[in-house]
């Protein structure tokens, strides 16, 4: 079973910053099965990253991924006000559970 | 576009059985894999179950199996049947498409276990 965990648990910073976000997996799987979510409060998630640093559909450039094996990263070049959420990374595809990260919450400092 | 509807959830006591439904519309349902996904009051995001697109291969949580069933009905209807429910069961439950990552989340149904 892989374990996420992501890195800081909150992350306060103001806009315009720059945002990274970690996560670190407990066994090595394929990137292919990376992605990344966000989520507001009283919304549902939204996929912002699949196969470790591939957009989604209508998300802005100013949201990048890289990362492979066990370490895999989130940033956001340049914090809008609208990015400030709740982000969780999460492996898809490699093998059951699907875990998601316990999420890192960036809010405006 | 692609739409997701959730519905069943409710206030159940522990032990009791509930059965969430999932209309799917604006894509071709049959072609895609299909998740529950939950959420705790307050907690983060939790995977439930997988269903294969053909309804062949189906996966749980450890803490889920043996009392939940993930089942679908290839004319656009993906269901999760509860059955001894647990306090600890009560979230808000996601219908999630999979494609490229878990493309797109329902609104979400809220379950509530408590006496």
């Known amino acids: 079973e892989i374990v996420l965990t992501q890195s800081p648990g909150t992350l306060s910073l103001s806009p315009g910053e720059r945002a990274t976000l970690s996560c670190r997996a407990s066994?090595?799987?394929?990137?292919?099965?990376l992605a990344w979510y966000q989520q507001k409060p009283g919304q549902a998630p939204r996929v912002l990253i699949y196969?470790?640093?591939s957009r989604a559909t209508g998300i802005p450039d100013r949201f990048s991924a890289s990362g492979s094996g066990t370490d895999f990263t989130l940033t956001i070049s340049r914090l809008e006000p609208e990015d400030f959420a709740v982000y969780y990374c999460q492996q898809f595809g490699a093998s059951p559970p699907y875990a998601f990260g316990q999420g890192t919450k960036v809010e405006i400092k | 576009q692609v739409q997701l509807v959730e519905s069943g959830g409710g206030v159940v006591q522990p032990g009791g059985s509930l059965r969430l439904s999932c209309a799917a519309s604006?894509?071709?349902?049959?072609?895609?894999?299909m998740h529950w996904v939950r959420q705790a009051p307050g907690k983060g995001l939790e995977w439930v179950a997988f269903i294969r697109y053909d309804g062949d291969n189906k996966y749980y949580l450890d803490s889920v199996k043996g009392r939940f069933t993930i089942s679908r009905d290839n004319s656009n209807t993906l269901y999760l049947q509860m059955n001894s429910l647990r306090t600890e069961d009560t979230a808000v439950y996601y219908c999630?498409?999979?494609?490229?990552?878990?493309?797109?989340w329902g609104q979400g149904t809220l379950v509530t276990v408590s006496s």
């Open positions: 196969g470790a640093s």
């Open positions: 604006g894509f071709t349902f049959s072609n895609y894999d």
């Open positions: 999630v498409r999979m494609y490229h990552g878990f493309d797109y």
């Open positions: 066994q090595s799987f394929s990137s292919t099965y």
